[in-house]
T-cell receptor
Framework: DTEVTQTPKHLVMGMTNKKSLKCEQHMGHRAMYWYKQKAKKPPELMFVYSYEKLSINESVPSRFSPECPNSSLLNLHLHALQPEDSALYLC???????????FGQGTRLTVV | AQSVTQLGSHVSVSEGALVLLRCNYSSSVPPYLFWYVQYPNQGLQLLLKYTSAATLVKGINGFEAEFKKSETSFHLTKPSAHMSDAAEYFCAVSDRNSGYSTLTFGKGTMLLVSP
């Protein structure tokens, strides 16, 4: 299995909702990442988990809350988002913190 | 800080023609460099990577890239374009100093392939 699986593929949420994005990999990778990609822009790093510990937070607003329950799963909890948070959220994983990253298909989030 | 610059937001070629997508990097240490492809409403797929081994790197789908330190370049080429190559291409650099495979992407180049 060489895939990074993200669910859901699409999500529409109101500004008062709480929702979660999920990411799963079964490649034994020990580093996992969240990236945010706005329309017609490159992806931008949000968080890095290394060996299930949060290692990098790129000054992301607290309305985004990451969680790594185990080495295969990565969640992104969303609360009180703004319309400008609408974007494609990409999860990635790498064998170790210095190896190349493999990306999932992304979750297209729309905040209304 | 490391960065990459992709020249040309759009490149148009005819099917069967040479594909050349340009990427220049800025780094104070030998970089790790990558090319990713993104199809509409999809994630990113790794095409190839340079990690200081061979300077000519071969990737998937017939793509290759050459690392030229003297020119600080890592251009992506394919001898003969196919309609299925139409997509967005991102060059990226990895910050080795951080101890993590965090990627900084260029702005991307949209490859358009006409029949």
């Amino acid at each position: 299995d060489t895939e990074v699986t993200q669910t859901p593929k699409h999500l529409v949420m109101g500004m008062t909702n709480k929702k979660s994005l999920k990411c799963e990999q079964h490649m034994g990778h020990r580093a996992m990442y969240w990236y945010k990609q706005k329309a017609k822009k490159p992806p931008e790093l949000m968080f890095v988990y290394s060996y299930e510990k949060l290692s990098i937070n790129e000054s992301v607003p607290s309305r985004f809350s990451p969680e790594c329950p185990n080495s295969s799963l990565l969640n992104l909890h969303l609360h009180a988002l703004q319309p400008e948070d609408s974007a494609l959220y990409l999860c990635a994983s790498s064998q170790d913190p210095t190896s190349e990253a493999f990306f999932g298909q992304g979750t297209r989030l729309t905040v209304v | 800080a490391q960065s990459v610059t992709q020249l040309g937001s759009h490149v148009s070629v005819s099917e069967g023609a040479l594909v050349l997508l340009r990427c220049n990097y800025s780094s104070s240490v030998p970089p790790y460099l990558f090319w990713y492809v993104q199809y509409p409403n999809q994630g990113l797929q790794l095409l190839l990577k340079y990690t200081s081994a061979a300077t000519l790197v071969k990737g998937i789908n017939g793509f290759e890239a050459e690392f030229k330190k003297s020119e600080t370049s890592f251009h992506l080429t394919k001898p003969s374009a196919h309609m299925s190559d139409a997509a967005e291409y991102f060059c990226a650099v990895s910050d080795r100093n951080s101890g993590y495979s965090t990627l900084t992407f260029g702005k991307g180049t949209m490859l358009l392939v006409s029949p």
